[in-house]
């Protein structure tokens, strides 16, 4: 299982471009979806939140090999993607993370300096 994740997080569209935020949002889908087909990404969870009173309104999880997340987030066709949807909904975030056994790997090497420093 791959240890990489792209977050992306969304909030409200701007007022006035649902519509458009609707379609980028299936646009990016079917962007996720063929980058899965191709092998590119292990796995896409996407996630709508329900109204809690915060700014973030649903996101997307993006799972692979660090190299191959690497190379999407800095390919031409994310780049658009991303640059279309920031025009159309606030709060617009794409975070990478760590997740299975590299994240037991980050504890281990954080534990292992906190021996060290303290």
């Not at 409200?12 to 979806?33: D, I, K, L």
């Not at 279309?84 to 292992?112: C, D, F, H, M, Y």
Request: glycine share 12%; proline share 3%.
């Amino acid at each position: 299982m791959a240890d990489s994740i792209l977050f992306l997080g969304w909030g409200n569209p701007v007022r006035g471009r649902e519509r458009q935020a609707q379609s980028v949002f299936q646009e990016s889908a079917q962007y996720w979806g063929r980058l899965q087909s191709e092998g590119k990404l292990e796995d896409v969870k996407i996630v709508f939140l329900g109204p809690h009173g915060g700014d973030l309104n649903g996101f997307a999880i993006l799972q692979g090999e660090n190299e191959q997340l690497d190379e999407i987030q800095h390919s031409d066709e994310f780049a658009v993607l991303i640059t279309r949807a920031n025009l159309i909904v606030e709060s617009l975030g794409v975070v990478p993370g760590i997740t299975g056994e590299e994240l037991g790997a980050q504890l281990a090497r954080g534990e292992a300096q906190l021996d060290e420093l303290t």
